[in-house]
């Protein structure tokens, strides 16, 4: 397989195949068919840019034949078809199934209901933006059409199709949805894995640092204790002030050395600190005679150097894109780049009619950082259904305000019914708007738990992100959230993997898991994050008066806990939270097992932690299977088994394991907190059955029990025995009432009043009812309605 290759498997079984002189239909699954038309009655086994594997297992079907009439029957569709040119008419299919009464249907030509997918670009978004179609959809069918898609040939370039036909995918899946992105990924090919680094802080800025200024920047956040892993340097690290008769310095490939004298040396530097480096690169103004590889670049693709006759960008000729990774990127990988920005703006034009020069750009860029064995990345924007193969992806240049970031979760969320799961977004915004340290907060805040935590602005001397530069309150606020991404690592690594290796997007929607549930649709903004967490970002202004911010929520049927509080809730219900600055809903599910780092030990590398943090929501048996590699080689990772048992006998258990190729350390110090539980001093710590010593502490204003183990050996199984501990121990209403109205900005008579009723009833009922009589403002109201009634 050469450099360029995907792995692809595109002929589909005999077995499956029913053709005729003009139509083929491939039965891939019972519930996925494809379907072709060719006047010529020649049809593709060629390998598409969305569709590369389509050698699935046998399914079961039934074919009736009829002289003017074919049928195609499974255990889920019913396809009819009139044997004669694709029509509305002539080809149908049904979704069986009890899912719609009358809108489960599919006639050729119709779109249907969809529930969206997601779009190229925000660039200058303000708010909300159109969305493409996804895979999905509540009436049960989805259509991929690859009619007008590029082939892959079998060297691994692209060719167009021979002639104009029709070659579309339908997706029967009902409201299967996690099935139906499985079978996608498997046509289309999985999401891999990203290098562990990609999911740490990334600092990018517009912005003319020099090598002085950007160490110090990162010397600063170390002094901070503000963990980056990704260095992001925009266009300043090129030439961009150059003679008129070259153009415009927007594309460049020559290091500025009056700003980076040394830049191996100082790409080294930056590999020291834990930090990894990615450049941007606008490719569209090709290479000019300015730059230092022009000559011999010139020379190898026959270009008048003499003349400093431009190399114009061209990715649809072979010997450019050779010469492109050859001259302008390998030489700066070689350094110290580890993968590449990629900022496309020019529009979808080449001289191969239909190929969209960003899908070509994604495509080789991707598997050319992949040469050397290491994990490839690139980080660029979304160029239709098949992106999920290359990510990272950029959002663009969305605004600085309150609009654009409402749409970002929704936005996000959503992206996955495309399979498109890696987005990254300008974190704050990257131009215009206004200041508001309260809109940044919240935009980090969901930036932390957001697929990619990338903090973006433009160069405007006021549009700053630096923590420091805020007041302290904001400040700290701004500090912990982003050494709190650090600390997730470990679960998100996790995620990664089962992303890849399962097929399971790190952030869904919620109709995802709660199909048949309209409150999980009327949720937007509200997704899964990972196995355990649900998140409800808050996006718009606080209520001052209350000096709370809101969010307007739905919880599944069970048991839900805080993440950051540990407040307790029953689902089944819509709720509205209320949350100060310094923290958003974020909600575990009773059971829910969550690996961390320590927040001591957050640094930049984010390497496998020796220190791991462990938070545990009781109320259920829980499990969590942590993965952990070297970030390059899948073949050498690590499992980590951790289990809860509730009720009677309860018990914490790490089992140990065999790592011979020492991805993790032999030793590991363990603080493990158990959020919902009553004290105990029923505890025993035993490592393969061997006694250990373990510190206990009890926090009694969130109900937690933190255990604490030190150098507890990776190849022993840790087990730690808890008693009975079979209730969950309620929230202290009293307590978190206080503590809102101490931070509300309203009358110290009625604080006085509401805490003395709160104080009063022992009924839960009767206090409500009371509180009702007072005629509060909704939002104060709504505020004590969560406190009272959540458990």
């Not at 970002?537 to 839900?560: H, Q, R, V």
């Not at 390497?607 to 943090?613: S, T, V």
Request: contains cysteine.
């Amino acid at each position: 397989m050469s450099k360029y290759d995907l792995e692809i498997n595109p002929i589909a079984r005999q077995e499956v195949v029913v053709k005729g002189n003009h139509y083929r239909f491939t039965v891939l699954t019972s519930q996925l068919i494809r379907l072709e038309y060719s006047e010529q009655g020649t049809f593709e086994d060629l390998a598409t840019q969305i569709v590369i594997n389509r050698d699935f297992p046998v399914p079961q079907y039934r074919v009736i034949d009829k002289e003017d009439n074919l049928e195609i029957i499974t255990e889920h569709l019913h396809l009819k078809y009139n044997k004669k040119k694709f029509t509305k008419n002539g080809l149908s299919i049904q979704v069986k199934g009890n899912l719609s009464a009358y809108h489960s249907i599919w006639y050729y030509g119709e779109k249907g209901e969809n529930l969206k997918g997601t779009a190229r670009t925000l660039d200058e978004a303000d708010g909300e933006i159109p969305l493409e179609d996804g895979l999905l959809s509540r009436n049960g069918f989805a259509i991929i059409d690859d009619s007008k898609s590029l082939l892959i040939t079998e060297d691994g370039w692209v060719a167009p199709k021979k002639e104009e036909t029709i070659d579309i995918y339908f997706l029967g899946y009902g409201r299967e949805y996690l099935k139906c992105l499985k079978t996608f990924y498997k046509l289309c090919g999985n999401t891999p894995m990203l290098p562990r680094y990609a999911l740490g802080n990334w600092w990018s800025r517009f912005y003319p640092y020099t090598d002085i200024t950007y160490k110090e920047l990162v010397e600063k956040f170390k002094s901070e204790h503000i963990p980056f892993s990704v260095a992001v340097l925009d266009m300043g690290w090129h030439l961009t002030d150059i003679d008129p008769k070259y153009g415009s310095g927007w594309t460049g490939y020559t290091w500025n050395k009056e700003y980076f004298r040394q830049p191996e040396e100082f790409l080294t530097w930056l590999h020291k600190e834990g930090m990894h480096v990615t450049l941007n690169e606008h490719p569209a103004d090709g290479v000019r005679g300015h730059e230092e590889m022009y000559i011999p670049m010139a020379k190898e693709l026959g270009v008048d150097y003499q003349k400093e006759d431009k190399i114009l960008f061209d990715i649809s000729d072979r010997k450019f894109l050779n010469a492109y990774f050859k001259y302008l990127h390998h030489p700066n990988e070689e350094i110290g780049v580890d993968f590449w920005w990629v900022d496309w703006q020019q529009g979808g034009t080449t001289k191969i009619e239909g190929l969209d020069p960003l899908w070509m750009l994604n495509h080789y860029h991707f598997l050319n950082s992949g040469r050397d064995g290491k994990r490839p990345m690139t980080f660029s924007r979304y160029a239709g259904l098949g992106s999920h193969r290359y990510p990272v992806g950029f959002s663009g240049d969305s605004f600085a305000t309150w609009e654009t970031l409402e749409f970002q979760p929704y936005f996000t969320a959503t992206a996955s019914n495309a399979g498109y799961g890696w987005w990254s977004h300008d974190i704050g915004g990257h131009m215009h708007g206004v200041k508001s340290d309260e809109m940044l907060v919240r935009w980090i805040q969901f930036g932390v738990f957001s697929p990619i935590m990338r903090i973006h602005s433009s160069d405007n001397p006021f549009f700053v992100k630096e923590p420091w530069k805020f007041n302290p309150y904001i400040g700290e606020t701004l500090k912990n959230f982003l050494r709190l991404r650090h600390q997730i690592i470990p679960y998100l690594y996790t995620m990664n993997y089962k992303f890849a290796r399962e097929s399971m997007p790190l952030i869904r929607p919620m109709y995802y898991h709660n199909t048949e549930e309209e409150e999980a649709y009327q949720v937007p903004n509200q997704y899964y994050f990972g196995t355990e967490l649900i998140v409800c970002p808050i996006t718009k202004p606080m209520d001052m008066d209350l000096n709370m911010g809101a969010f307007e929520g739905w919880l599944p049927e069970g048991i839900y806990y805080d993440f950051f509080s540990g407040r307790v809730y029953k689902g089944n219900r819509r709720i509205t939270f209320y949350r100060d600055i310094t923290t958003i809903p974020v909600l575990a599910k009773a059971g829910g097992i969550i690996p961390m780092e320590t927040v001591a030990k957050v640094a930049n590398a984010a390497n496998n932690p020796e220190d791991i943090a462990i938070k545990i929501f009781g109320g259920a048996d829980g499990n969590f299977m942590m993965y952990e590699d070297n970030s390059d080689d899948e073949q050498n990772f690590v499992l980590t088994n951790m289990e809860f048992k509730w009720g009677k006998q309860a018990q914490i258990i790490i089992d140990g394991v065999f790592d011979e190729w020492n991805v993790i350390p032999k030793t590991r110090n363990y603080e493990i907190a158990i959020a919902g539980v009553a004290d105990t001093y029923d505890i025993q710590v035993d490592s393969e059955g061997r006694r250990t010593l373990f510190e206990k502490v009890y926090q009694v204003d969130n109900n937690t029990l933190l255990i604490k183990v030190q150098s507890v050996d990776t190849d022993k199984r840790l087990t730690i025995h808890l008693g009975d501990i079979n209730e969950i121990i309620g929230n202290n209403i009293e307590n978190q009432v206080f503590h809102m109205l101490d931070k509300a900005q309203i009358d110290y008579d009625l604080k006085s009043l509401i805490y003395q009723i709160v104080r009063k009833h022992v009924s839960r009922e009767q206090l409500l009812a009371e509180l009702q009589t007072l005629q509060l403002k909704q939002s104060l109201l709504g505020a004590l309605y969560e406190i009272i009634a959540a458990y």
